[in-house]
T-cell receptor, first 115, second 112 residues
Framework: AQSVSQHNHHVILSEAASLELGCNYS??????LFWYVQYPGQHLQLLLK??????LVKGIKGFEAEFIKSKFSFNLRKPSVQWSDTAEYFC?????????????FGTGTLLAVQP | DGGITQSPKYLFRKEGQNVTLSCEQN?????MYWYRQDPGQGLRLIYY???????QKGDIAEGYSVSREKKESFPLTVTSAQKNPTAFYLC???????????FGPGTRLTVL
């Protein structure tokens, strides 16, 4: 079965620390991968996405993610976090190219940034 | 102001009652989705619709029903058959099912 795994359930960092959140997916072939963020009290927002092309994807608010096909990974990174990055982060993926391929979400990572 | 609206933000119901959650979008998207979010479980797909008058079951459709009579509307009914209905419900839409999904603000349903 297709799955998306996020190994870090809770992460606590101090401001200015670097961030890397892990995401692995279970299926081969063409994939579409996404990172969404849910700030406290706000709706789920798209941070970045990968469909094809350059495996290093840049998103909003200084986030980036790297698609590594050999490792089935799509880790989210930010060189220096801010208190305002406190949120829950969800990785999601699906097989690419199909009209009925469902989007599978990871279980989420709660990030708390201490000032 | 374009986007996806869900109402109400909070909803309380007694056990055994059906309840309908509203989802409206003015993005002219063909595809719409309903997810359920529970702590520690991420988002799970309940139903989705590729186009008006068509919808498909997701991974956890039991105890739920939907309709898609208009392009902009995709209401979800949580029936009394749903064994654990208390959750945060998210609606999403996309241009097509192969495109990026955008989410509404969610409805938190509590069944007492």
């Amino acid at each position: 079965a297709q799955s998306v795994s996020q190994h870090n359930h809770h992460v606590i960092l101090s401001e200015a620390a670097s961030l890397e959140l892990g995401c692995n997916y279970s299926y081969g072939g063409t994939v579409n991968l996404f990172w969404y963020v849910q700030y406290p009290g706000q709706h789920l927002q798209l941070l970045l996405k990968y469909f094809s092309g350059d495996p290093l994807v840049k998103g909003i608010k200084g986030f980036e993610a790297e698609f590594i096909k050999s490792k089935f990974s799509f880790n989210l990174r930010k060189p220096s976090v801010q208190w305002s990055d406190t949120a829950e982060y969800f990785c999601a993926g699906r097989r690419g190219g199909g009209a009925t391929n469902k989007l599978i979400f990871g279980t989420g990572t709660l990030l708390a940034v201490q000032p | 102001d374009g986007g996806i609206t869900q109402s109400p933000k909070y909803l309380f119901r007694k056990e055994g009652q059906n309840v309908t959650l509203s989802c409206e979008q003015n993005l002219n998207h063909d595809a719409m989705y309903w997810y359920r979010q529970d702590p520690g479980q991420g988002l799970r797909l309940i139903y989705y619709s590729q186009i008006v008058n068509d919808f498909q079951k997701g991974d956890i459709a039991e105890g739920y029903s939907v309709s898609r009579e208009k392009k902009e509307s995709f209401p979800l009914t949580v029936t009394s058959a749903q064994k654990n209905p208390t959750a945060f419900y998210l609606c999403a839409s996309s241009i097509g099912v192969a495109d990026t999904q955008y989410f509404g603000p969610g409805t938190r349903l509590t069944v007492l």
